[in-house]
């Protein structure tokens, strides 16, 4: 294989694997066929066991991809925004937002990949990333968090779970006033000078 060939099948990976991570958070992973990941890429489905050996492996390299979108947007965020309290209003505001909720294809990964995750086996591809994804982006969540150690966690899991838990439901409720009045109460309570 040459040099140029080579460059074009890593390039057609990558494609692959980046239609799948927005697909995978659409649609779910039982509603996406590698005919769909494939055609999603603008390739055929007869190149797909050149570059992974099943459905499953690109599940969870797809579940990495999707985690490694919402650190980096962390990572930018608290580099924007050195104060932490206001870098978690940031956060919470662009999170708990009816655009994120309208978006799933390039939202949240802990969100939309949440059913997959705990319905596939434990030891699947897809579940391994889900999790080293979660833990990952938890101790992101912790930085913004104004306290430090098992504290900072704590909150951490407080405000993801929050967060996961609002975006789910407002999506589910899409189209009615309920949506909207989730994500605002949700966000409303998560900021309040109490907590």
């Known amino acids: 294989m040459g040099r140029s060939s080579r460059a074009d099948a890593a390039r057609h990976r990558e494609e692959v694997v980046a239609a799948t991570?927005?697909?995978l958070r659409e649609r779910g992973a039982?509603?996406?066929?590698?005919?769909?990941?494939?055609a999603a890429a603008g390739l055929t489905h007869g190149g797909f066991y050149k570059h992974f050996s099943s459905k499953d492996e690109l599940m969870g390299i797809a579940t990495g991809t999707a985690h490694h979108e919402i650190q980096s947007l962390l990572d930018k965020l608290l580099g924007e925004i050195p104060d932490r309290a206001e870098a978690r209003a940031e956060l919470l505001a662009q999170y708990?937002?009816?655009t994120h909720r309208d978006s799933p294809g390039d939202g949240c990964s802990i969100t939309a990949l949440a059913s997959d995750a705990a319905r596939g086996p434990v030891e699947g591809p897809l579940r391994k990333a889900y999790v080293a994804g979660l833990e990952s982006i938890l101790g992101q969540v912790a930085e913004y968090q104004d306290a430090e150690g098992g504290e900072a966690r704590r909150r951490a899991i407080v405000d993801l779970t929050s967060m996961v838990g609002a975006l789910t439901l407002a999506r589910a409720t899409s189209g009615t006033p309920l949506s909207d009045e989730i994500l605002d109460v949700v966000r409303e309570a998560l900021t309040a000078p109490e907590r």
């Open 21 to 23: 991570s927005r697909l």
């Open 30 to 38: 039982a509603d996406v066929s590698v005919q769909d990941l494939m």
């Open 96 to 98: 708990l937002a009816a």
